[in-house]
């Protein structure tokens, strides 16, 4: 059964960090895809970041390029995102996602993924 646990969001305020994880357990993780999403209050869910099986491609929202990083560690099986300069239209919902589609490389669609991590609670106050 695969599953995706994510963690490390909360409260920061403007121009601080913080540090997503995402767990995955069930599936042969070095293979694939991995991505995270937000989602905000009202709004539709929306591409943050995607990093290849191998981590040789990373893709980013143009709205977060430069401020965020992601990663993975196939070893350990998680994938992060490291958000830096924080604005308050970060405040969203963070959802970590995998594309079991081989070989892929990171989609910005939601319907590329096929499986998704509960979500976390990013607060950025102004």
């Known amino acids: 059964q695969v599953q995706l646990v994510d963690s490390g969001g909360g409260l920061v305020q403007a121009g ?5 994880s995402c767990a995955a357990s069930g599936l042969s993780f070095s293979k694939y895809v991995m991505g995270w999403f937000r989602q905000a209050p009202g709004k539709e869910r929306e591409f ?15 709205s977060v390029k430069g401020r965020f990083t992601i990663s993975r560690d196939n070893a350990k099986n998680t994938v992060n995102l490291q958000m830096n300069s924080l604005k308050p239209e970060d405040t969203a919902v ?30 950025v106050s102004s």
């Open 16 to 20: 601080g960090s913080l540090r997503l």
């Open 94 to 123: 963070y959802y970590c996602a995998a594309d079991l589609r081989y070989l892929a490389l990171p989609a910005t669609s939601d319907t590329a993924y096929d499986y998704w991590g509960q979500g976390t609670q990013v607060t």
């Open 48 to 62: 943050v970041a995607g990093i290849s099986a191998s981590a040789g491609n990373t893709y980013y929202a143009n």
